[in-house]
């Protein structure tokens, strides 16, 4: 079986899951999907505050930006342009998408 070349092959047919712009060392994310909404938990392993641009492989056409330890949200909007994000040393933020139109999970009956 013939391997050689398959990553670079795979990478340059299949668009990343989440396009990080600039590439920034140190940054990784998990992806969940569940039914409408998409959910990125992105992380800051290092110890340089990185500002980098994230795009997702989703049509969905909007975002909130929640803090990854209380909840609260940090932002929103449109993901048409991408989504600037700003993470200090090891910090982690959740990026969660859907369609406008897609109501909200609710906890309790109460928005978090």
Do not use: K
Request: charged share 20%; with cysteine.
């Amino acid at each position: 079986m013939e391997t050689e070349g398959l990553a670079d092959a795979l990478v340059a047919a299949v668009a990343p899951d989440l396009g990080i712009s600039p590439p920034a060392p140190g940054i990784g994310f998990m992806h969940r999907h569940c039914q409408d909404i998409d959910v990125y938990f992105v992380a800051n392993t290092g110890p340089t505050t990185r500002r980098f641009r994230i795009a997702a492989r989703t049509s969905a056409g909007s975002y909130e930006q929640w803090d990854a330890m209380s909840g609260r949200v940090l932002g929103a909007g449109v993901t048409t342009e991408g989504i600037e994000l700003t993470l200090r040393p090891y910090e982690a933020t959740v990026v969660v998408l859907t369609e406008p139109d897609v109501e909200w999970p609710l906890a309790g009956g109460v928005r978090q």
